[in-house]
């Protein structure tokens, strides 16, 4: 089962691109790739989600090499309110008598200062 | 469309207490998941539930229980607490499973004394 490994702390400053990077090596053949960002006092909140090579929505970018074994959430000119605990996630689905679960990493703080 | 809500917010009990938590999820959705969060483990899985029967779980011990309701409601309990069970408790909801999007609530706050 798979688990991840990613930096437990990140600065940056307003308007740079912030590039977190969560291992994975044990990631099996179906797994799939999440990244969550949770504010303090609140739920984590779906920002991606991706299998393979590179995926794009309006507010982040992941980038997953051939070998599946790292990715990389991209946050493009980053805000003071982009601060938050960002979370990779790799999970399977589970068949049969197997059960799936999910497994968080233990989350980047992102601080981004002014 | 509401989000996903959970009650109570906030939950004070004492060692060797049980407790029960709730959660409703987003109108449409029948998986409900659970999670516990704590400053030293991060956040955790602990089920998952699907048309009233748990599907997935984590690696927590059987005093932590959930079920699910027909209306996809799900409540979780906690039995025999420990100082250690004292953590945020996340419930989340999604279309179909764990593969789809979570959508989470804003947790309960449970402190055990």
């Known amino acids: 089962l798979a688990k991840t490994t990613q930096p437990i702390s990140m600065d940056s400053y307003e308007g740079q691109e912030v590039n977190i990077t969560c291992s994975h090596n044990?990631?099996?053949?179906?797994?799939?790739i999440t990244w969550y960002q949770q504010f303090p006092s609140q739920g984590p909140r779906f920002i991606i989600q991706?299998?393979?090579t590179k995926v794009t929505n309006e507010v982040a970018s992941l980038f997953i090499p051939a070998d599946r074994k790292s990715s990389t959430l991209s946050l493009p000119r980053v805000s003071l309110s982009d601060t938050a605990v960002y979370y990779c996630?790799?999970?399977?689905?589970?068949?049969?008598?197997?059960?799936?679960?999910?497994?968080f990493g233990r989350g980047t703080q992102l601080t981004v200062w002014p | 469309k509401a989000g996903v809500t959970q009650t109570p917010r906030y939950l004070i009990k004492t060692r060797g207490q049980q407790v029960t938590l709730s959660c409703s999820p987003i109108?449409?959705?029948?998986?409900v998941s659970w999670y516990q969060q704590t400053p030293g483990q991060g956040l955790q899985f602990l089920f998952e539930?699907?048309?009233?029967?748990?599907?997935n779980k984590g690696n927590f011990p059987g005093r932590f229980s959930g079920r699910q309701f027909s209306n996809s409601r799900s409540e979780m309990n906690v039995s025999t607490l420990e100082l250690g069970d004292s953590a945020l408790y996340l419930c989340?909801?999604?279309?179909?499973?764990?593969?789809?999007?979570?959508?989470f609530g804003p947790g309960t706050r449970l402190t055990v004394l």
């Open positions: 991706g299998y393979k």
């Open positions: 539930y699907f048309s009233e029967t748990q599907r």
């Open positions: 996630l790799v999970g399977d689905k589970g068949r049969g008598s197997t059960l799936g679960r999910l497994y």
């Open positions: 044990n990631i099996a053949t179906n797994d799939y």
């Open positions: 989340a909801s999604s279309l179909e499973g764990l593969a789809n999007e979570q959508f």
């Open positions: 109108s449409g959705h029948r998986s």
